[in-house]
């Protein structure tokens, strides 16, 4: 599993719930700057963050981190 899949999936997650990056971030509870960085792969998430992002995109992590997880799939 890459950074860059993972950023994939969590895009698609996103887009699928029609939220901008603001409303993403918001729903995370980070910063909105957060969410552009880590899509766009300027910055990788800590852990936590990674958690958190996963809580407010509404997806479960083992999902976004198995090998054949559906990118939008909750």
Do not use: Y
Request: net charge positive; proline share 7%.
């Amino acid at each position: 599993m890459t950074w860059d899949t993972i950023r994939q999936r969590m895009r698609r997650r996103r887009e699928t719930l029609g939220w901008t990056q603001e409303e993403a971030a918001h729903r995370c509870g980070v910063g909105h700057n957060s969410i552009g960085g880590w899509e766009t792969g300027k910055i990788n998430p800590t852990v936590p963050s990674f958690l958190k992002w996963c809580e407010g995109l509404e997806i479960d992590p083992a999902r976004v981190l198995a090998s054949r997880a559906p990118p939008d799939a909750g």
